[in-house]
């Protein structure tokens, strides 16, 4: 069974940070590229930050870059994404994304809520 399990969402002031946790299973981790996506209230969901199989290549969302890091570890089957500076409109819920090369197997998360608020 796969499953993706996203943790370390919360309510942060701005100019905070946080670190966000995605815990894998059910399927081979490094055939997959993982990406982080939000989805804001009234918004479409929106691409954060991808990385490769290998962790060789990264994507950011023009609006992160510089203050978020995606991060995976191929040997416990997790992806991160740490978050500093975190403005208000950072508030989103977070999913966490597998996709194979083939982009035929493509999984999701159930998704954390980021809140950035004084």
């Known amino acids: 069974q796969v499953q993706l399990v996203e943790s370390g969402g919360a309510l942060v002031q701005p100019g905070g940070s946080l670190r966000l946790s995605c815990a894998t299973s059910?399927?081979?981790?490094?055939?997959?590229?993982m990406t982080w996506y939000r989805q804001a209230p009234g918004k479409e969901r929106e691409l954060v930050a991808s990385?490769?199989?290998?962790?060789?290549?990264?994507n950011y969302a023009d609006s992160v870059k510089g203050r978020f890091t995606i991060s995976r570890d191929n040997a416990k089957n997790t992806v991160s994404l740490q978050m500093n500076s975190l403005k208000p409109e950072d508030t989103a819920v977070y999913y966490c994304?597998?996709?194979?090369?083939?982009?035929?197997?493509?999984?999701w998360g159930q998704g954390t809520q980021v809140t950035v608020s004084s």
């Open positions: 059910g399927f081979t981790f490094g055939d997959y590229a």
């Open positions: 994304n597998a996709r194979d090369y083939t982009d035929k197997n493509v999984y």
């Open positions: 990385i490769s199989r290998f962790g060789g290549g990264t």
